[in-house]
Structure formats: C-alpha cells, structure tokens
C-alpha cells in the first residue's frame, strides 16, 4: 500500500468513525440516557470505536496491529474533541443562550433585561442546578444523603484538588 493510500484511508476511517458518532449520538435518548451530554458521548465513542475495531478486524487490507490501534485512536481522540468542543459546549452556552434569548424579545433589550438573563432566567430555564446535581451524583463527586441534603466525596475532594493544581499552574481564578 502506497503512502498516498494509507493517508486516504487512515482519513477515510477516521471521517467514517466520527459519521457513524454523529449518527448514534443523534439516536442517543433511544440507546442510553444517563442525562449527561459529556457521559453519553463517551459512551457512544467507546461503542464507535469497537464497531471500528470490528470493521478494521473484518477488513482483508494488510494492516498489522500497531496501524490498527493507531487508527482506533486516533479516531476516539477526534471524537473526544468533537464532543467537547460541539455538544458539550453548546449545551452548557450561556452565550448562545443569550443571543437566543435578546432574538426572541426583538434582537434588542436593556443591560438591566440582559443582566436579569443571566442571573435569573438562565438558570431557570437551563435547569442548571438540577442538570449540574444529576452530574456530579452521576460523576461521584456528590452524593445525596438520606435526609435529602448532597455531600461531597472523597471522589470530589479529588477532583478540586486536582483541578486546583490546574487552575494555578494556568493562573485561572481560584474557586475558595
């Protein structure tokens, strides 16, 4: 196989890989559902990338296992940035929800109307509190008590110490 061949092909599996994402990601609320965009798009990308492993192992071209798994991937890793950057970000906009939001009322409001967007119907209409409860029970980093009260995890205390250490080293603002 010429070089000019392995290229096309290694772009053609990868164009494949992230088409057949896309598709099951559309079909997600009838596969799975865990609530949680970031989480179903793992888990649809796992699933892509053994349907991709099982075409590869198909397959009659003379692929030896190391270009096999360098296929596999690099495809998750186009995926993974596919969801973070699509999905995940949209979901979570605040941005786009405001531009929606000034849309609906004309293309126009107040700085009062747009702050009032961003403190009280933001949240409300985005379900924030609720949506960010379901992922960090689903994470692990919380959990609900039985009088109804959420405590934090050993899980958790990981995680902000973890995203702590980032938050200095790239001089982001600190969250105590």
Do not use: C
């Amino acid at each position: 196989m010429s070089i000019f061949e392995k290229i096309f092909f290694s772009g053609l599996f990868i164009a494949v890989q992230v088409f057949v994402w896309a598709a099951l990601m559309a079909l997600k609320p009838a596969i799975l559902g865990t609530g949680v965009v970031f989480y179903d798009g793992i888990l649809v990308a796992l699933l892509t990338t053994f349907l991709g492993g099982l075409a590869l192992w198909v397959l009659k071209k003379p692929l030896d296992l190391f270009v096999r798994l360098l296929l596999l991937s690099n495809s998750l890793v186009i995926i993974m940035l596919f969801l973070v950057l699509g999905p995940v970000a949209i979901e979570r906009s605040l941005s786009l929800f405001l531009l929606s939001e000034v849309r609906s009322r004309g293309g126009q409001v107040s700085e009062i109307q747009f702050e009032s967007l961003v403190s009280h119907e933001y949240p409300q209409k985005m379900q924030v509190s609720e949506q960010r409860i379901r992922e960090q029970i689903a994470s692990g980093n919380l959990e609900k008590m039985l009088d109804g009260n959420l405590r934090i995890t050993d899980g958790g205390y990981r995680v902000l110490a973890i995203t702590g250490w980032v938050r200095r080293i790239f001089g982001l603002r600190r969250l105590d």
